[in-house]
Structures are given as structure tokens and as C-alpha cells.
């Protein structure tokens, strides 16, 4: 089962590594830092960070990466909602009336100068 947090799954850095699904990001943060000529050497995938292939096979991976619908189908919904102007068409909220006048301030030039 892909959700089960104890399953297995291999280290992308070191073969022989086996960590918990749970522990995973956390070994994988762990694991780049003891092994840094290895992380060089992989890139990351850009729909999930847990995903780390060599560089050369990056735009292979992309192209069959099973979280890649993830991504797709969320931009899909995301076109699917209303703008948020269309929203907001229905609020009567006006802001209050400001009695500040900058411009007004600035030509008489006050004396007094802001101290931090």
C-alpha cells in the first residue's frame, strides 16, 4: 500500500538503504549531507521532492512521474473556480474616510524630523 507509513523504500543515494515511508524526507535530508558527491549528481524531481533521479534521466522521469496528475489535475481545478473579483462583487464594505494628507504635509515641510 502506497499510504502505509511503515512500508519500505529505498534510499536514492545508498542502494542498501531501506527506510520507513514516514522517516523518508527526514533520512533523505540526513542522507544528501553524509553523501554530497552523490547528491550532486541526482537532480530533484519538481512534482515531488522525494523524488530523486540521476540528471541525464530527469526529463524521462517528468514525463512518466506518477505525481506529475497531482499537479496537473490541481491546475485544472484551480482554472475551474471564479476570479476572486467575482467573489468579492457582492461586499458592501467600504473603507473609512483617511484624515492623513501627505502631500499636504510634504509642501509645508514640517520642522520636526523623524527620529528612529
Not at 20 to 44: D, G, M, Q, W
Not at 82 to 91: A, D, I, R, V
Request: a negative charge.
Amino acid at each position: 500500500d502506497v499510504l502505509d507509513p511503515e512500508r519500505l523504500i529505498q534510499c536514492p543515494l545508498v542502494k542498501h538503504h531501506l527506510i520507513r515511508a514516514r522517516r523518508f524526507p527526514y533520512h533523505l535530508v540526513k542522507c544528501k549531507e553524509s553523501n554530497p558527491e552523490i547528491a550532486k549528481k541526482l537532480a530533484t524531481c519538481p512534482f515531488n521532492a522525494r523524488h530523486l533521479v540521476p540528471q541525464a534521466d530527469l526529463s524521462d522521469h517528468i514525463m512518466k512521474c506518477s505525481d506529475k496528475a497531482f499537479v496537473e489535475q490541481d491546475v485544472v481545478s484551480r482554472s475551474c473556480e471564479p476570479p476572486q473579483e467575482q467573489l468579492n462583487n457582492g461586499s458592501t464594505w467600504q473603507a473609512p474616510p483617511c484624515a492623513e494628507d501627505w502631500e499636504t504635509e510634504l509642501l509645508e515641510g514640517s520642522e520636526s524630523t523623524f527620529v528612529w
